[in-house]
């Protein structure tokens, strides 16, 4: 891991789904909407489509040891990326499912008042933007990068160095916060950025008391190679 001097750090990069928020329904609704999909590409049914999709990404996950998503998925079946995700557009409603909390929205108004924030997501952007708004989050976040913006899904080492670039930040600045360690935090890890997973809101409410005024404490916490969650995210 990267040796950890927090005072130099500038910047916090968040994941947005399974981290900003947790919604097991509506990460379970993204998997519906990705399956139908699928099944209107191949004209099978959804639940052919939730079968043959799982069985990839179990010889995926096998094949490269690590976490497979559904953008990587979906493309190995055949699909591609900018049309699953206009699909995504056209057919989830987060509004539904999510619930916005006011100890997230605390958080990250006092987190900028420190540092810049911005959002680094495999989502696109018309459901970012819903779903920040409806989360009460728009506005708190300096700068927002969605897989539109390159149709590159993370894990993408090119696309992390990007987002380095045009955030004016080293590495060492950088601290990256997300839910899935081989699509969050591997790669920017290996750059040199601190990182933090958090899976729950209880590792998020966390995250600032990690944070002193010298910079991150270093803590079991930061940089740990965790398990990794289910794979239910795009
Ligand atoms: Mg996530």
């Not at 497979?68 to 699953?84: F, Y």
């Not at 509004?95 to 810049?116: G, H, N, P, Q, T």
């Not at 920040?132 to 090119?158: A, C, H, Q, S, Y």
């Amino acid at each position: 891991m990267a040796e950890l001097d927090g005072a130099e750090l500038k910047g916090i990069i968040f994941d947005l789904d399974g981290t900003l928020y947790v919604c097991d329904r509506f990460a379970a609704e993204i998997q519906a909407a990705a399956s139908a999909y699928i099944a209107a590409l191949k004209q099978i049914s959804s639940t052919e489509a939730g079968l043959i999709m799982a069985a990839a990404r179990l010889r995926l996950t096998e094949e490269s040891g690590t976490v497979q998503t559904i953008s990587a998925v979906c493309t190995e079946l055949g699909g591609n990326v900018p049309d699953l995700h206009y699909f995504f557009e056209q057919n989830l409603q987060p509004e539904a499912y999510l619930v916005r909390d006011e100890r997230v929205i605390r958080l990250l108004e006092r987190l900028a008042e420190k540092f810049s924030l911005s959002i680094y997501t495999n989502n696109n952007r018309v459901l970012t933007t819903r779903i920040m708004n409806f989360l009460g989050l728009d506005g708190l976040v300096d700068d927002i990068f969605t897989i539109d913006d390159t149709w590159r899904g993370k894990p993408d080492e090119d696309v992390v160095r990007r987002v380095l670039a045009l955030l004016d930040l080293s590495p060492r600045e950088a601290l990256f916060v997300g839910d899935r360690y081989d699509v969050d935090l591997r790669l920017p890890e290996q750059l040199g950025c601190p990182v933090y997973l958090s899976q729950n809101l209880e590792q998020l409410l966390r995250l600032e008391y990690l944070i002193t005024p010298n910079g991150i404490t270093p803590s079991a916490d930061i940089s740990k190679v965790p398990a990794d969650p289910p794979a239910v995210q795009s």
